[in-house]
Protein backbone atom coordinates (compact mmCIF):
# COMPACT_ATOMS: atom_id res chain seq x y z
CA UNK A 1 0.00 0.00 0.00
CA UNK A 2 1.42 3.55 -1.06
CA UNK A 3 2.18 5.66 1.51
CA UNK A 4 -0.89 8.06 0.88
CA UNK A 5 -3.18 5.56 0.28
CA UNK A 6 -2.02 4.55 4.07
CA UNK A 7 -2.77 7.67 5.45
CA UNK A 8 -6.38 8.35 4.12
CA UNK A 9 -7.19 4.63 5.35
CA UNK A 10 -5.56 5.76 8.66
CA UNK A 11 -7.88 8.70 8.68
CA UNK A 12 -10.91 6.83 8.55
CA UNK A 13 -9.90 4.63 10.93
CA UNK A 14 -9.03 7.17 13.45
CA UNK A 15 -12.07 9.29 12.98
CA UNK A 16 -13.86 6.03 13.25
CA UNK A 17 -12.35 5.11 16.51
CA UNK A 18 -11.87 8.48 18.09
CA UNK A 19 -15.43 9.25 17.24
CA UNK A 20 -16.35 5.97 19.14
CA UNK A 21 -14.73 6.99 22.27
CA UNK A 22 -14.41 10.52 22.52
CA UNK A 23 -17.77 11.32 21.75
CA UNK A 24 -19.11 8.45 24.29
CA UNK A 25 -20.13 11.37 26.60
CA UNK A 26 -22.19 12.88 23.54
CA UNK A 27 -23.84 9.65 22.48
CA UNK A 28 -24.76 9.19 26.02
CA UNK A 29 -26.17 12.52 26.99
CA UNK A 30 -29.41 11.58 27.13
CA UNK A 31 -28.67 9.18 29.63
CA UNK A 32 -26.19 11.39 31.59
CA UNK A 33 -29.62 13.82 31.82
CA UNK A 34 -31.74 11.48 33.12
CA UNK A 35 -29.44 10.28 35.89
CA UNK A 36 -27.38 13.10 36.97
CA UNK A 37 -27.97 16.06 38.36
CA UNK A 38 -26.68 19.19 36.68
CA UNK A 39 -24.41 19.85 39.66
CA UNK A 40 -23.66 15.73 39.39
CA UNK A 41 -22.21 16.16 36.15
CA UNK A 42 -20.52 19.26 36.30
CA UNK A 43 -18.59 17.33 39.08
CA UNK A 44 -17.99 14.76 36.28
CA UNK A 45 -16.61 17.39 34.04
CA UNK A 46 -14.32 19.32 36.66
CA UNK A 47 -12.50 15.94 37.46
CA UNK A 48 -12.48 15.11 33.39
CA UNK A 49 -10.78 18.51 32.77
CA UNK A 50 -8.85 18.42 35.66
CA UNK A 51 -7.50 14.32 34.64
CA UNK A 52 -7.01 16.04 31.04
CA UNK A 53 -4.29 18.20 32.06
CA UNK A 54 -2.55 16.31 34.45
CA UNK A 55 -1.96 13.33 32.50
CA UNK A 56 -0.07 15.08 30.13
CA UNK A 57 2.05 16.68 32.99
CA UNK A 58 2.65 13.21 34.37
CA UNK A 59 3.51 11.33 31.03
CA UNK A 60 5.64 15.04 30.69
CA UNK A 61 4.34 14.82 27.21
CA UNK A 62 6.21 11.62 26.35
CA UNK A 63 3.39 11.16 24.10
CA UNK A 64 4.77 12.88 21.49
CA UNK A 65 8.32 11.66 21.49
CA UNK A 66 6.29 8.03 21.61
CA UNK A 67 5.35 8.64 17.90
CA UNK A 68 8.26 11.39 16.53
CA UNK A 69 11.00 8.79 17.61
CA UNK A 70 9.50 5.58 16.34
CA UNK A 71 10.89 7.34 13.28
CA UNK A 72 14.34 7.42 14.24
CA UNK A 73 14.41 3.98 15.89
CA UNK A 74 12.17 1.75 13.97
CA UNK A 75 14.99 0.53 11.74
CA UNK A 76 16.73 -0.37 15.03
CA UNK A 77 14.31 -2.54 16.93
CA UNK A 78 16.59 -2.95 20.40
CA UNK A 79 16.74 0.57 20.95
CA UNK A 80 12.88 0.63 19.87
CA UNK A 81 12.29 -1.54 22.89
CA UNK A 82 14.46 0.17 25.18
CA UNK A 83 12.63 3.49 23.85
CA UNK A 84 9.51 2.17 24.71
CA UNK A 85 10.24 0.35 27.95
CA UNK A 86 11.99 3.87 29.74
CA UNK A 87 8.98 6.02 28.78
CA UNK A 88 6.21 3.73 29.96
CA UNK A 89 8.29 2.82 32.66
CA UNK A 90 9.40 6.47 33.37
CA UNK A 91 5.35 7.70 32.80
CA UNK A 92 4.02 4.70 35.54
CA UNK A 93 6.58 6.03 38.07
CA UNK A 94 5.53 9.66 37.68
CA UNK A 95 1.89 8.55 38.19
CA UNK A 96 2.53 6.77 41.55
CA UNK A 97 4.50 10.05 43.06
CA UNK A 98 1.49 12.26 41.73
CA UNK A 99 -0.76 9.98 43.66
CA UNK A 100 1.50 10.61 47.05
CA UNK A 101 1.75 14.47 46.32
CA UNK A 102 -1.69 14.05 45.53
CA UNK A 103 -2.91 12.80 49.34
CA UNK A 104 0.04 15.15 51.14
CA UNK A 105 -1.30 18.35 48.98
CA UNK A 106 -4.76 16.99 48.88
CA UNK A 107 -6.18 20.58 51.00
CA UNK A 108 -4.55 22.73 48.64
CA UNK A 109 -5.85 20.27 45.58
CA UNK A 110 -9.41 21.19 46.60
CA UNK A 111 -9.20 24.60 46.99
CA UNK A 112 -7.51 25.43 43.68
CA UNK A 113 -9.38 22.46 41.47
CA UNK A 114 -12.18 21.22 43.53
CA UNK A 115 -13.99 23.78 45.47
CA UNK A 116 -17.06 22.13 47.29
CA UNK A 117 -15.66 18.65 46.12
CA UNK A 118 -14.47 16.00 49.10
CA UNK A 119 -11.05 14.45 48.56
CA UNK A 120 -13.05 11.00 48.86
CA UNK A 121 -13.84 9.19 47.25
CA UNK A 122 -14.09 11.93 43.88
CA UNK A 123 -10.84 13.17 44.28
CA UNK A 124 -8.97 10.40 45.28
CA UNK A 125 -10.52 8.22 41.98
CA UNK A 126 -9.08 11.59 39.80
CA UNK A 127 -5.51 10.94 40.81
CA UNK A 128 -5.24 6.93 40.80
CA UNK A 129 -6.85 7.32 37.59
CA UNK A 130 -4.21 9.58 36.15
CA UNK A 131 -1.71 6.70 36.60
CA UNK A 132 -3.80 4.47 34.27
CA UNK A 133 -5.04 7.12 31.86
CA UNK A 134 -1.26 7.70 31.56
CA UNK A 135 -0.37 4.14 30.51
CA UNK A 136 -3.50 3.96 28.18
CA UNK A 137 -2.69 7.23 26.24
CA UNK A 138 1.38 6.01 25.48
CA UNK A 139 0.26 2.71 23.92
CA UNK A 140 -2.52 4.76 21.77
CA UNK A 141 0.15 7.12 20.76
CA UNK A 142 3.05 3.92 19.95
CA UNK A 143 0.40 2.37 17.89
CA UNK A 144 0.10 5.81 16.41
CA UNK A 145 3.39 6.53 15.48
CA UNK A 146 3.75 2.45 14.15
CA UNK A 147 0.45 3.57 12.07
CA UNK A 148 -1.45 0.45 12.73
CA UNK A 149 -4.85 2.42 12.61
CA UNK A 150 -7.12 -0.69 11.95
CA UNK A 151 -6.05 -2.52 15.56
CA UNK A 152 -6.27 1.32 17.37
CA UNK A 153 -9.93 1.68 15.82
CA UNK A 154 -10.49 -2.64 17.44
CA UNK A 155 -9.17 -1.45 20.50
CA UNK A 156 -10.81 1.56 20.70
CA UNK A 157 -14.25 -0.13 19.96
CA UNK A 158 -13.93 -2.52 22.96
CA UNK A 159 -13.04 0.00 24.96
CA UNK A 160 -15.96 2.27 24.33
CA UNK A 161 -18.30 -0.61 24.66
CA UNK A 162 -16.94 -1.81 27.82
CA UNK A 163 -16.92 1.65 29.04
CA UNK A 164 -20.67 2.57 28.18
CA UNK A 165 -22.18 -0.90 29.13
CA UNK A 166 -20.15 -0.19 33.45
CA UNK A 167 -21.67 3.39 33.21
CA UNK A 168 -24.96 2.72 32.89
CA UNK A 169 -24.52 -0.12 35.40
CA UNK A 170 -23.02 1.97 37.88
CA UNK A 171 -24.81 4.82 36.94
CA UNK A 172 -28.29 3.62 36.45
CA UNK A 173 -28.54 0.59 38.27
CA UNK A 174 -26.16 1.31 41.38
CA UNK A 175 -27.32 4.82 41.35
CA UNK A 176 -23.69 5.83 41.69
CA UNK A 177 -24.34 9.42 39.99
CA UNK A 178 -20.61 11.18 39.72
CA UNK A 179 -18.50 8.50 41.45
CA UNK A 180 -20.05 5.73 39.23
CA UNK A 181 -18.87 7.59 35.98
CA UNK A 182 -15.76 7.86 37.35
CA UNK A 183 -15.44 4.53 38.45
CA UNK A 184 -16.30 3.04 35.67
CA UNK A 185 -13.23 4.71 33.48
CA UNK A 186 -10.93 3.78 36.65
CA UNK A 187 -11.76 0.21 36.26
CA UNK A 188 -11.98 0.21 32.52
CA UNK A 189 -8.01 1.81 32.31
CA UNK A 190 -6.54 -0.63 34.31
CA UNK A 191 -7.69 -3.51 32.59
CA UNK A 192 -6.21 -1.88 29.60
CA UNK A 193 -3.28 -1.77 31.47
CA UNK A 194 -2.88 -5.35 31.98
CA UNK A 195 -3.92 -5.50 28.44
CA UNK A 196 -1.00 -3.12 26.75
CA UNK A 197 1.78 -5.09 28.60
CA UNK A 198 0.68 -8.31 27.11
CA UNK A 199 0.52 -6.60 23.46
CA UNK A 200 3.57 -5.18 23.96
CA UNK A 201 5.71 -8.48 24.94
CA UNK A 202 3.54 -10.52 22.35
CA UNK A 203 4.97 -8.24 19.91
CA UNK A 204 8.24 -7.93 21.41
CA UNK A 205 8.22 -4.13 21.10
CA UNK A 206 9.30 -3.57 24.80
CA UNK A 207 12.11 -4.24 27.14
CA UNK A 208 11.59 -3.39 30.98
CA UNK A 209 14.61 -0.40 31.62
CA UNK A 210 14.73 3.37 32.38
CA UNK A 211 18.01 3.97 29.58
CA UNK A 212 18.81 7.26 30.78
CA UNK A 213 20.08 8.42 27.36
CA UNK A 214 16.99 7.75 25.21
CA UNK A 215 14.85 9.18 28.46
CA UNK A 216 17.25 12.61 28.52
CA UNK A 217 16.54 13.09 23.92
CA UNK A 218 12.67 12.20 24.32
CA UNK A 219 12.30 14.80 27.46
CA UNK A 220 14.32 17.26 25.29
CA UNK A 221 12.04 16.47 22.64
CA UNK A 222 9.02 16.22 24.91
CA UNK A 223 9.39 18.76 27.84
CA UNK A 224 8.78 21.96 25.26
CA UNK A 225 6.23 20.52 24.11
CA UNK A 226 4.19 20.45 27.40
CA UNK A 227 2.49 23.89 26.98
CA UNK A 228 1.44 23.00 23.35
CA UNK A 229 0.32 20.14 24.50
CA UNK A 230 -1.93 21.41 27.52
CA UNK A 231 -2.67 24.39 26.24
CA UNK A 232 -6.25 23.97 25.47
CA UNK A 233 -6.60 22.02 27.96
CA UNK A 234 -5.73 24.31 30.89
CA UNK A 235 -7.44 26.60 29.44
CA UNK A 236 -11.05 24.46 29.44
CA UNK A 237 -10.18 23.64 33.15
CA UNK A 238 -9.77 27.03 33.61
CA UNK A 239 -12.70 27.90 32.12
CA UNK A 240 -15.12 25.61 34.09
CA UNK A 241 -12.80 26.93 37.23
CA UNK A 242 -13.93 30.25 36.92
CA UNK A 243 -17.89 28.96 35.94
CA UNK A 244 -18.13 26.93 39.28
CA UNK A 245 -16.88 30.08 41.40
CA UNK A 246 -18.70 32.60 39.80
CA UNK A 247 -21.61 30.35 39.27
CA UNK A 248 -22.38 26.84 40.09
CA UNK A 249 -21.67 23.19 39.14
CA UNK A 250 -25.29 23.11 37.04
CA UNK A 251 -23.49 26.09 34.77
CA UNK A 252 -20.31 23.50 34.43
CA UNK A 253 -22.31 20.88 33.20
CA UNK A 254 -24.61 22.80 30.92
CA UNK A 255 -21.21 24.72 29.51
CA UNK A 256 -19.88 21.30 29.13
CA UNK A 257 -22.69 19.95 26.85
CA UNK A 258 -22.21 22.67 24.73
CA UNK A 259 -18.48 21.86 24.75
CA UNK A 260 -19.00 18.24 23.85
CA UNK A 261 -20.45 19.41 20.36
CA UNK A 262 -17.93 21.57 19.60
CA UNK A 263 -15.09 18.89 20.52
CA UNK A 264 -16.98 16.79 17.67
CA UNK A 265 -15.29 19.34 14.93
CA UNK A 266 -11.72 18.51 16.92
CA UNK A 267 -12.31 14.97 17.53
CA UNK A 268 -12.38 14.65 13.47
CA UNK A 269 -9.93 17.20 12.87
CA UNK A 270 -7.25 15.32 15.77
CA UNK A 271 -8.39 12.00 13.96
CA UNK A 272 -7.48 12.96 10.48
CA UNK A 273 -4.28 14.54 11.62
CA UNK A 274 -3.10 11.65 13.29
CA UNK A 275 -2.65 9.65 9.82
CA UNK A 276 -1.89 12.66 7.94
CA UNK A 277 1.39 13.92 10.39
CA UNK A 278 3.22 10.20 9.92
CA UNK A 279 2.60 10.92 5.75
CA UNK A 280 3.10 14.52 6.49
CA UNK A 281 6.56 14.03 7.42
CA UNK A 282 7.56 11.23 4.98
CA UNK A 283 6.70 14.10 2.54
CA UNK A 284 9.27 16.79 4.29
CA UNK A 285 12.01 14.07 4.69
CA UNK A 286 11.89 13.69 0.86
CA UNK A 287 12.82 17.54 0.78
CA UNK A 288 11.48 18.26 -2.88
CA UNK A 289 8.88 20.77 -4.32
CA UNK A 290 6.31 17.99 -5.67
CA UNK A 291 6.02 16.43 -2.02
CA UNK A 292 5.14 19.65 -0.54
CA UNK A 293 2.79 20.38 -3.14
CA UNK A 294 1.07 16.95 -2.56
CA UNK A 295 0.78 18.06 1.25
CA UNK A 296 -0.54 21.07 0.28
CA UNK A 297 -3.02 19.93 -1.90
CA UNK A 298 -3.92 17.58 0.24
CA UNK A 299 -4.54 20.01 3.13
CA UNK A 300 -7.05 22.41 1.03
CA UNK A 301 -8.73 19.04 0.68
CA UNK A 302 -9.54 18.07 4.20
CA UNK A 303 -10.44 21.57 4.64
CA UNK A 304 -13.17 21.68 2.56
CA UNK A 305 -14.36 18.42 4.64
CA UNK A 306 -13.81 20.43 7.87
CA UNK A 307 -16.09 23.21 6.37
CA UNK A 308 -19.00 20.91 6.16
CA UNK A 309 -18.64 19.66 9.45
CA UNK A 310 -18.57 23.40 11.00
CA UNK A 311 -22.19 23.65 9.11
CA UNK A 312 -23.72 20.41 10.25
CA UNK A 313 -22.45 21.00 14.08
CA UNK A 314 -23.30 24.58 13.94
CA UNK A 315 -26.56 24.43 12.12
CA UNK A 316 -28.36 21.22 13.96
CA UNK A 317 -26.83 21.86 17.13
CA UNK A 318 -30.39 23.19 18.61
CA UNK A 319 -32.12 20.21 17.34
CA UNK A 320 -30.10 17.64 18.76
CA UNK A 321 -29.84 19.15 22.21
CA UNK A 322 -33.84 19.58 22.03
CA UNK A 323 -34.02 16.22 21.66
CA UNK A 324 -31.36 14.61 23.57
CA UNK A 325 -31.47 16.45 26.95
CA UNK A 326 -33.98 17.61 29.03
CA UNK A 327 -35.10 21.29 29.69
CA UNK A 328 -32.90 22.18 32.01
CA UNK A 329 -29.94 21.53 29.38
CA UNK A 330 -31.30 23.17 27.13
CA UNK A 331 -29.95 26.68 25.91
CA UNK A 332 -26.65 25.43 26.11
CA UNK A 333 -26.79 25.01 22.14
CA UNK A 334 -26.72 29.03 21.84
CA UNK A 335 -23.05 28.77 23.05
CA UNK A 336 -21.91 25.83 20.64
CA UNK A 337 -22.03 28.30 17.16
CA UNK A 338 -19.19 30.87 19.05
CA UNK A 339 -17.58 27.32 19.90
CA UNK A 340 -17.35 26.42 16.34
CA UNK A 341 -15.98 29.85 15.45
CA UNK A 342 -13.16 28.82 17.28
CA UNK A 343 -12.42 25.15 16.66
CA UNK A 344 -12.76 26.27 12.46
CA UNK A 345 -9.27 28.94 13.27
CA UNK A 346 -7.99 25.59 14.86
CA UNK A 347 -8.36 23.92 12.03
CA UNK A 348 -5.31 26.01 10.37
CA UNK A 349 -3.73 25.56 13.62
CA UNK A 350 -3.10 21.64 12.43
CA UNK A 351 -1.71 21.99 9.16
CA UNK A 352 1.13 24.84 10.31
CA UNK A 353 1.99 23.26 13.49
CA UNK A 354 2.61 19.94 11.64
CA UNK A 355 5.84 22.04 10.30
CA UNK A 356 6.83 23.41 13.56
CA UNK A 357 6.90 20.05 15.39
CA UNK A 358 9.04 18.49 12.05
CA UNK A 359 11.77 20.50 12.65
CA UNK A 360 12.68 19.58 16.28
CA UNK A 361 14.76 23.29 16.89
CA UNK A 362 11.34 24.34 15.68
CA UNK A 363 9.22 21.94 18.25
CA UNK A 364 10.75 24.32 21.24
CA UNK A 365 9.84 27.44 20.51
CA UNK A 366 6.19 25.77 20.07
CA UNK A 367 5.64 27.04 23.57
CA UNK A 368 5.81 30.08 22.95
CA UNK A 369 2.36 29.93 20.91
CA UNK A 370 0.90 27.72 23.22
CA UNK A 371 1.64 29.43 26.48
CA UNK A 372 0.65 33.31 24.89
CA UNK A 373 -3.31 31.04 24.00
CA UNK A 374 -3.64 29.57 27.14
CA UNK A 375 -2.32 32.53 29.29
CA UNK A 376 -4.68 34.61 27.07
CA UNK A 377 -7.53 32.48 27.48
CA UNK A 378 -7.65 32.61 31.03
CA UNK A 379 -7.30 35.86 31.82
CA UNK A 380 -9.90 36.59 29.19
CA UNK A 381 -12.07 33.94 30.78
CA UNK A 382 -10.92 35.51 34.17
CA UNK A 383 -12.50 38.82 32.56
CA UNK A 384 -15.49 37.91 30.99
CA UNK A 385 -16.93 35.10 33.05
CA UNK A 386 -18.27 37.12 35.91
CA UNK A 387 -19.99 39.24 33.26
CA UNK A 388 -21.49 37.16 30.67
CA UNK A 389 -20.82 33.41 32.30
CA UNK A 390 -20.53 30.92 29.93
CA UNK A 391 -20.76 33.31 26.64
CA UNK A 392 -17.72 34.72 28.33
CA UNK A 393 -16.04 31.69 28.22
CA UNK A 394 -16.74 30.68 24.32
CA UNK A 395 -15.40 34.21 23.30
CA UNK A 396 -12.45 34.06 25.48
CA UNK A 397 -11.70 30.59 23.85
CA UNK A 398 -11.99 32.25 20.04
CA UNK A 399 -9.85 35.02 20.71
CA UNK A 400 -7.40 32.84 22.12
CA UNK A 401 -7.39 30.86 19.19
CA UNK A 402 -6.45 33.35 16.98
CA UNK A 403 -3.78 34.45 18.84
CA UNK A 404 -2.29 30.89 18.83
CA UNK A 405 -2.60 30.29 14.98
CA UNK A 406 -1.14 33.84 14.27
CA UNK A 407 2.23 33.02 16.67
CA UNK A 408 1.98 29.60 15.09
CA UNK A 409 2.13 30.81 11.61
CA UNK A 410 4.99 33.38 12.06
CA UNK A 411 7.32 30.17 13.65
CA UNK A 412 6.39 27.96 10.54
CA UNK A 413 7.45 30.68 8.31
CA UNK A 414 10.72 30.80 9.97
CA UNK A 415 11.01 27.37 9.02
CA UNK A 416 9.62 26.63 5.95
CA UNK A 417 6.96 28.13 3.91
CA UNK A 418 6.24 24.59 2.46
CA UNK A 419 3.57 26.32 0.67
CA UNK A 420 0.39 26.89 2.87
CA UNK A 421 -1.39 29.94 2.38
CA UNK A 422 -3.75 31.84 4.96
CA UNK A 423 -5.82 33.34 2.26
CA UNK A 424 -6.40 30.39 1.00
CA UNK A 425 -7.51 28.60 3.80
CA UNK A 426 -9.86 31.39 4.70
CA UNK A 427 -11.41 31.69 1.79
CA UNK A 428 -12.50 27.82 2.30
CA UNK A 429 -13.08 28.50 6.07
CA UNK A 430 -15.41 32.10 6.26
CA UNK A 431 -18.18 31.25 3.44
CA UNK A 432 -18.73 28.24 6.06
CA UNK A 433 -19.28 30.09 9.02
CA UNK A 434 -21.18 32.96 6.90
CA UNK A 435 -23.79 30.56 5.96
CA UNK A 436 -24.26 29.18 9.53
CA UNK A 437 -24.79 32.63 10.80
CA UNK A 438 -27.32 33.39 8.14
CA UNK A 439 -29.04 29.58 8.64
CA UNK A 440 -29.40 30.41 12.61
CA UNK A 441 -31.46 33.48 12.33
CA UNK A 442 -34.16 31.75 13.23
CA UNK A 443 -33.31 29.76 16.19
CA UNK A 444 -31.93 33.06 17.53
CA UNK A 445 -34.95 34.83 16.81
CA UNK A 446 -38.13 32.90 17.01
CA UNK A 447 -36.76 29.07 18.10
CA UNK A 448 -35.37 29.35 20.66
CA UNK A 449 -36.54 26.80 22.95
CA UNK A 450 -38.67 25.13 20.45
CA UNK A 451 -38.16 22.35 17.92
CA UNK A 452 -39.45 23.75 14.96
CA UNK A 453 -39.85 22.03 11.42
CA UNK A 454 -40.26 24.79 9.31
CA UNK A 455 -36.25 26.19 11.02
CA UNK A 456 -35.10 22.60 10.36
CA UNK A 457 -36.65 23.36 6.93
CA UNK A 458 -34.74 26.05 6.20
CA UNK A 459 -31.32 24.92 7.50
CA UNK A 460 -31.52 21.85 5.34
CA UNK A 461 -31.82 24.56 2.24
CA UNK A 462 -28.92 26.72 3.63
CA UNK A 463 -26.92 23.62 3.75
CA UNK A 464 -27.61 22.20 0.34
CA UNK A 465 -26.78 25.37 -0.79
CA UNK A 466 -23.48 25.64 0.84
CA UNK A 467 -22.84 22.53 -0.60
CA UNK A 468 -23.36 23.78 -3.86
CA UNK A 469 -21.59 26.81 -3.04
CA UNK A 470 -18.15 25.02 -1.98
CA UNK A 471 -18.18 22.78 -5.02
CA UNK A 472 -18.61 25.36 -7.31
CA UNK A 473 -15.86 27.69 -5.44
CA UNK A 474 -13.42 24.76 -5.06
CA UNK A 475 -14.06 22.38 -8.25
CA UNK A 476 -10.65 22.46 -9.41
CA UNK A 477 -9.51 21.20 -6.62
CA UNK A 478 -12.66 18.58 -5.99
CA UNK A 479 -11.66 17.30 -9.29
CA UNK A 480 -8.20 16.94 -9.41
CA UNK A 481 -8.72 14.76 -6.28
CA UNK A 482 -11.62 12.76 -8.22
CA UNK A 483 -9.01 12.11 -11.09
CA UNK A 484 -6.33 11.12 -9.05
CA UNK A 485 -8.33 8.97 -7.04
CA UNK A 486 -7.85 10.55 -3.72
CA UNK A 487 -11.51 10.42 -2.93
CA UNK A 488 -12.50 7.10 -3.94
CA UNK A 489 -9.66 5.55 -1.70
CA UNK A 490 -11.08 7.93 1.22
CA UNK A 491 -14.12 5.59 0.62
CA UNK A 492 -12.53 2.32 0.04
CA UNK A 493 -12.15 0.19 3.27
CA UNK A 494 -10.02 -2.54 3.09
CA UNK A 495 -9.35 -5.70 4.86
CA UNK A 496 -6.18 -5.23 5.37
CA UNK A 497 -3.37 -2.36 5.79
Same mark, same amino acid.
Given at each position: ???K??V =????F ?8 V ?17 ? $?Y ?6 T?F???A ?7 L? &? ?15 L??L ?8 G?S ?5 I????F ?6 I ?16 SL ?10 ? =? ?5 Q ?23 G ?15 V???Y????I ?5 ? *??? $????DI???? $??L?Y ?7 N ?10 ? =???N ?20 ? *???Q????K ?32 S?I??? =???? &? ?17 IIP ?11 YY ?14 K ?10 A *? ?7 VP ?5 G ?21 L?? *? ?6 K??S???P ?19 F &? ?8 VI???Y ?8 K???N??? $? ?13 K
Open positions: MSSKK =IENSFYIFSSLLKAMGFLLLPFYTLFLTPD $EGVTNLVGINVSFIVAFSY &SAAMRFYTDFKENPNKKRYGTIISFTIGLISLLGFIRNIVIKFFEGIAYYPIVFIAFLIFISLHTMHQS =ILQGMQGKKLTKLNIIVFIVTAVLKIVFIIFKLGAVGFLSAQLVNIGLLYMVDLKKN *DLI $EWTISILK $ETRSIPLMPHLSTRIASLASR =IFITSGSLAEVGLYSIAMQFGHMI *DIIIAVNAFQPWFYEMMNKNDAQSKKEAVNLSNILLVFYLYMG =IGLF &SQEVVILMTNDNYMLSWKILVVGFSIKSMFYVNIVLFYKQAARLFIATIAGSI *DIILAYILYFGMYSAIAFVLAKLIIIIIVVYLSKYD *DVGYRIIMLIIISLLFMIVGLYFSYTKYETV &SPINLAYKMLIVVLFIYVSNQIIKAI $ESGHIKNMLKRKKN
